[in-house]
């Protein structure tokens, strides 16, 4: 597994529990990479028959990159299975996160001829509209998950997925989210592989649909009836948690930021609740880590390039830390005083690019967060 810069520069969050005999990688992922075209500074939502000028442009890996490039800037030891076309686009997202990033692609495969899938998202007032392209993605590898510590999944009605059993043989924890239904049917029985969730991660529209109730604290008290861990998302307004194996409750509120683009933010918030989890952190540190995390992600257009790593997590509380900060932060957030050296060297991170004829000298040297501009 390669380690960059950006990779070797990160906290382990898991160092204090590694034994010889653990498994080689703390993820598996798979699903589908996109090339993501993110257009920003629009004025307002795409109007028919005009023409809608965009101030700035960015590229990055899409799709199931944002969950590995989040995963693996905070520290985990991440692979993933994908299919990625031998186009440009194929190129650039396969550097991006095997060289970049640190992700293994031990488990991905090229494919000759196809297409790879390209997504357009457009923010505005903080919200996003996407266009996709995409032809059906082949199978990535036909060889079963690896052993590892945890997978993340996302749930669909009907469907049941092989590799999540084999994954749950193997002893490793599966994380999962759902998307919306389109049937409007909402029924939790036909979300086949939830009695195999460790943890359960839907939003508060998903989990109150689900649920047939009116607020995420009632959601999520339903949830925690069907699995170990239920965690019901609220945006900006935070996240509630039961965990029933440890018997901990938790309700944490967001963390202010100037939102910019909340494209990834989901993924980054499984990836932080993950961190904490698989470390064995308590309930309130693992809802704060991830607020946190997602927060500092919509700071940045783009998704996979939002992610925060550690070095950004430093810089966030050396901010509050400081004389005048929030004292209320401060409080909430004291346990990073145990995980964050110090002294921090100061981290650089790829972000959003505006042509992937940059690729090459942006896989050599990283972009600074204080640099303006990136999105261009």
């Not at 999520?220 to 609220?234: F, G, H, K, N, S």
Request: proline share 8%.
């Amino acid at each position: 597994m390669s380690t960059p810069s950006t990779v070797a520069k990160s906290v382990d969050p898991l160092a204090d529990i590694r034994l010889p005999g653990d498994p080689e990688y703390d993820v598996y992922l798979t699903g589908t990479v996109f090339l993501d075209i993110i257009f920003t500074g629009l004025d307002h939502a795409p109007v028919r028959g005009t023409e809608n000028w965009a101030r700035g442009m960015g590229l990055s890996p899409g799709g199931i990159a944002n969950m590995a490039t989040a995963l693996a800037r905070l520290g985990l030891r991440t692979t993933l299975a994908s299919a990625f076309g031998t186009d440009l686009y194929g190129d650039y997202c396969w550097d991006s996160l095997s060289r970049s990033e640190g992700v293994d692609l031990g488990h991905s495969r090229r494919v000759a001829g196809w297409h790879s899938p390209v997504t357009v998202s457009m923010a505005y007032e903080g919200e996003r509209t996407m266009v996709t392209h995409e032809h059906p993605a082949p199978p990535p590898c036909l060889c079963g998950p690896p052993r590892t510590r945890a997978c993340v999944a996302t749930l669909e009605p009907g469907r049941q997925d092989d590799w999540l059993r084999e994954t749950e043989r193997q002893g490793g924890k599966i994380f999962a989210d759902v998307g919306w239904d389109d049937s409007g049917r909402w029924d939790l029985a036909a979300l086949h592989d939830l009695d195999r969730c460790h943890v359960f991660l839907p939003n508060a529209t998903e989990a109150q649909h689900y649920t047939r109730t009116d607020c995420p604290q009632e959601a999520v008290r339903a949830l925690a009836e069907l699995v170990p861990i239920a965690v019901v998302t609220m945006g900006p307004e935070g996240a509630v948690a039961i965990d029933s194996v440890t018997g901990e409750t938790a309700e944490v509120p967001g963390v202010p930021v100037m939102a910019m683009d909340p494209t990834g933010a989901g993924d980054v918030f499984v990836a932080g609740f993950m961190t904490g989890t698989l470390a064995g952190w308590p309930l309130d540190d693992r809802i704060a880590f991830a607020n946190l995390t997602a927060a500092l992600s919509v700071e940045h257009f783009g998704g996979s390039l939002a992610a925060p790593g550690w070095p950004e997590v430093a810089a966030w509380w050396q901010t509050v830390r400081r004389p005048h900060g929030s004292d209320e932060l401060a409080r909430r957030y004291a346990f990073l005083d145990e995980l964050i050296p110090a002294v921090q060297v100061p981290g650089l991170r790829l972000r959003a690019v505006p042509t992937i004829g940059f690729r090459d000298e942006r896989a050599r040297r990283d972009v600074p967060d204080d640099v303006p501009g990136e999105v261009q």
